[in-house]
């Protein structure tokens, strides 16, 4: 195919990337080179033999263009084999992810260009070393996949970094190549927690079809699924997540439990359980309205009776500022929102009550049923799922007459105004509880004091801190089995919750002696998984002691909750301090919440204890860009410690450091920098000694001290190393990159590249915006300004949304430079000026900082002075909002189809 520069045609293309290759040059310095020439050449020679050419080059990969995809894929398959088969002295072979994408470009002396060749990098991305995907539209191009002899096997929808819409992607299976491979890299997840299903899905097909109906055609933006208590609600909506789900073009299911939530916090309890921030001056509604606008999702908000009035406003914001997000409610009554469709669930079809009784008491070991004597209990049970379930699942300790008589003669509690469906639940519910053992039963009413799911771990220490494994497993199977706790998802380890109905039973029958124990107990728990998670965050199993927090965030906030309505100081400041590192790698606002709320109700502002909490509230004041609020906050920290003895604060110090240096103030004081150096040296964690040769590699960076900044960085990223957290090493190979930058820009990319791979591992988004900023800033100068918005892109996304302003006006700085180089100049100088108007100065590194000096100089030698003064002055009338439209915008180019 022969073209001219500056047509635009539809091209093929191949793409290749070297797994670890930054380890590589770590352990072979030497040899690297020479294998990845072996590597070129293999992948040339297969590229060549399929009519292909190669038309660009990094040290870790390259791209060949070809005329159809069906010789791309060839010669993927044939590049492949040769480097498996290829011998690799005394090292490891070589691995290579490959990806095929069809789309248009624009040619150019220099080779194609166009937003094809960042889509199919971005495809290239999320593959394994010896993986070939394909894009839908390589697939498409493909007439006879048969004719190939391979497999395409579907992997389904994925994300993709940097592209908005999931992407459906397949892999090229070979007979003589590897086939199976882990979960795609970086893939975003596509459902959120929620309960799981013990027993198959019984009754109710019709509502579960019209409900996804409706959520395919657009038909019904708010969805109630109403009835009684245990009529099935949560399970109908469960149905439809799942076969939603099941679908490669479903929505992302977002699914919040609003039980034991306040009316006003609904958008808070939304944001926190799907890790969306809250951007500032925006409401939690606001905010999380933003966040959903655009995208294609499923909200369901299940359990909706305690806050339906919250409820009814919450949604009605998003179908009002988020026309493409469809919500489904569990609800006993209706929102009464104008064109809320209702799907009121009656009690179970006799012949589906049966089945589902049927089913339960299988599941038990119990086979040889009357049937009879099942529909009688049915009957007695108001056909209602809940109830029958319960019952089912006692059928291996009691017959079925016996389950009758029980029914027929215990007494029901007198509620006055409940009806006989709600009434039949908690009928369920008492005879099943008292089917217990007395200690599994002791057990239960104590589990009343959970606000949501635990773990073994919690409930032991909570409800039965003297028993063994043995016990503690018994009785939590007990109580499964009994359907009274019910088994969650979450990742490889078992999480229960006990349902909403059951808590509400066993708080009324759990004695106040028992309650309270339970609840101090609750406390010391709490207390103790928050130091051990903050400790261990420091450590080699990062990722284990993320996902334990995760599964106990709930159970910490409800305890600063109640300790905080208490006026329980001591409890409060621990916990609104201990996890001040995870809230800052993490963008957690919420956290540095806790600390404000406290010292608003402290009752003795000088208490010692507070001292702790004004530190980590300054460093919250200076991720928002609040300076005065920084320096008054972290002041208050220091007189704290000097006037009535408060714990130290290394956040204290931290936050004035950071907000002196980026308000474009004087040097930090020195007698500060140097506290928190020492007290971070005198740590025997090697986490805080990788921060203080971290920080001193960086100033020597600054200062253009480049052979003592690499020296620094070289024995910060072996510090790190033996420390085995993940995100001290991506936090030296940040630094080892940055360091050298200045002589060495490829095997910096290859450093910042693994650095960022390590930082998303354990979602230090702190991280990810250094290493995808200095990502940026090195391929804007080797590669160009295509290679270096989408990343800039992303972080325009994120950023705002944590609410890090002063990593934000760095990436605007930086995306000034790029749009510059895309023929902005206009704009590039607003950016520019907006970052001045906003007194903010983050150290860039020199090469960029004599960027934007260029810049700025060229702009005024052509458009003069009083064009440069007007630019500046509309410029400073911008808010974060505006600067944020006007940096993606000017991004934009890139993404446009060719």
């Known amino acids: 195919m022969i073209t001219r520069s500056g047509e635009r045609t539809t091209m ?17 310095p030497d040899r690297a080179p020479a294998l990845i020439e072996q590597h070129d050449r293999l992948v040339e020679r297969a590229v060549e033999a399929r009519g292909g050419h190669i038309f660009h080059r990094a040290g870790d990969g390259m791209v060949a263009r070809f005329d159809d995809a069906c010789a791309a894929v060839r ?8 480097l498996s088969e290829a011998t690799w002295t005394d090292v490891d072979p070589i691995r290579v992810r490959m990806g095929v994408h069809t789309g248009g470009v624009v ?24 993986q070939i995907l394909l894009s839908q539209s390589a697939l498409d191009g493909i007439e006879a996949v048969g ?5 395409v096997r579907a992997l389904g929808s994925q994300r993709l970094r940097d592209i908005a819409e999931p992407a459906t992607v397949y892999q090229v299976v070979a007979p003589d190549l590897p086939q199976d491979f882990p979960s795609p890299r970086f893939a975003a997840p596509t459902r959120s927690p929620r309960p799981e299903p013990r027993t198959s899905f019984v009754g109710r097909g019709d509502v579960v079809q019209s409900i996804v109906a409706d959520t395919d055609t657009g038909a019904a933006p708010c969805t109630t699924i109403t009835g009684a208590s245990g009529i099935g609600k949560t399970r109908v909506a469960l149905e439809v997540a799942a076969r939603l789900d099941r679908r490669s073009d479903g929505p992302t299911i977002l699914w919040s439990d609003l039980s034991g939530v306040e009316p006003d916090a609904i958008g808070v309890s939304v944001m926190t359980a799907h890790s969306i921030a809250q951007r500032p001056g925006r409401s939690p509604v606001e905010s999380l309205v933003e966040w959903l606008s655009g995208q294609h999702v499923l909200l369901v908000l299940d359990r909706c009776d305690e806050c339906l009035d919250g409820v009814a406003e919450f949604v009605d914001a998003v179908i009002a500022g988020a026309p493409s997000v469809t919500v489904l409610c569990t609800s006993q009554r209706l929102l009464g929102l104008p064109g809320e469709v209702v799907r009121r669930l009656a009690p179970l079809d006799i012949d589906d009550a049966v089945e589902l009784f049927t089913d339960r ?17 049915c009957e007695r049970l108001d056909r209602m799922p809940f109830a029958i379930e319960i019952m089912a699942a006692g059928a291996a300790a009691a017959t079925i007459d016996e389950m009758v008589g029980a029914l027929a003669s215990d007494g029901w509690p007198s509620m006055a105004g409940s009806s006989e469906l709600v009434r039949s639940v908690e009928h369920a519910i008492s005879v099943g509880a008292d089917s217990l053992a007395t200690t599994d039963r002791e057990r239960l009413l104590a589990a009343s004091v959970f606000p949501g799911s635990f773990d073994r771990a919690m409930f032991g220490a909570v409800c039965a801190p003297e028993a063994d494994e043995a016990s503690l497993t018994r009785t939590l199977r007990e109580l499964v089995d009994a359907s009274l706790v019910q088994p969650e998802s979450a990742g490889r380890r078992a999480v229960f919750r006990v349902l909403d109905p059951v808590r509400t039973f066993a708080a009324s029958e759990v004695d106040p002696t028992t309650l309270h124990r339970s609840s101090e107990r609750l406390r010391d728990y709490a207390l103790g998984l928050s130091e051990q998670v903050a400790a261990g965050l420091r450590g080699a199993e990062e990722l284990r002691w993320l996902l334990a927090l995760e599964r106990g965030f709930d159970t910490l906030r409800y305890v600063f909750d109640e300790a905080l309505i208490a006026g329980d100081v001591e409890t409060a400041a621990r916990l609104s301090t201990d996890l001040w590192e995870w809230a800052f790698f993490r963008y957690n606002t919420e956290y540095f919440e806790w600390g404000r709320r406290l010292l608003a109700s402290a009752a003795q502002p000088d208490d010692p204890r507070l001292s702790p909490v004004h530190g980590v509230v300054a460093l919250g004041h200076w991720f928002r860009d609040e300076f005065d609020d920084t320096f008054e906050r972290a002041n208050d920290a220091l007189r704290l410690e000097r006037e009535v003895g408060g714990e130290f604060s290394l956040p204290a110090r931290l936050a004035l450091i950071n907000a002196t240096v980026f308000a474009g103030a004087n040097a930090p004081p020195a007698d500060v920098f140097e506290e928190a150096a020492r007290y971070q040296r005198e740590r025997d964690e090697p986490f805080y000694r990788v921060n203080v040769e971290a920080q001193n590699a960086m100033m020597a960076t600054w200062l253009g001290q480049h052979d003592v900044a690499e020296r620094r960085a070289v024995r910060c990223l072996k510090i790190a190393r033996s420390s085995r957290n993940p995100s001290s090493i991506a936090y030296a190979l940040w630094v080892l990159g940055q360091s050298i930058e200045h002589d060495d820009p490829e095997r910096a990319e290859h450093l ?12 230090n988004r702190w991280i990810v915006s250094l290493t995808q900023t200095g990502l940026a800033s090195i391929r804007r100068r080797t590669t160009g300004p295509m290679a270096a918005a989408p990343l800039l892109s992303e972080l325009l996304e994120l950023l705002p949304r944590a609410g890090h302003w002063a990593q934000f006006w760095n990436v605007v700085q930086l995306s000034a430079l790029v749009i510059a180089d895309l023929g902005q100049l206009e704009r590039a100088y607003r950016l520019a000026a907006a970052v001045e108007a906003a007194t903010m100065t983050f150290p860039s590194l020199p090469l960029d900082a004599a960027a934007l000096d260029e810049i700025r100089a060229s702009i005024v030698d052509q458009r003069g002075s009083a064009w440069a003064k007007r630019t500046a002055g509309i410029a400073s009338t911008w808010d974060l909002a505006m600067v944020a439209s006007a940096a993606r915008d000017g991004l934009s180019v890139v993404f446009e189809p060719a």
């Open 12 to 28: 093929t293309f191949l793409f290749t990337d070297i797994e670890g290759s930054t380890r590589l040059w770590d352990r072979e």
């Open 147 to 151: 004719e190939l002899g391979v497999d």
């Open 75 to 82: 010669g993927a398959i044939d590049a492949q084999r040769a």
């Open 752 to 763: 910042l590249d693994d650095a960022l791979q390590q930082a998303r591992d354990v979602d």
């Open 107 to 130: 040619m150019r002396p220099e080779g194609p260009y166009g937003w094809a060749l960042n889509y199919g990098a971005r495809l290239t991305d999320i593959g394994h070393g010896g």
């Open 361 to 377: 008491a299988h599941a038990v070991g119990v086979d040889d049923l009357d049937p009879t004597a099942v529909v009688d209990v």
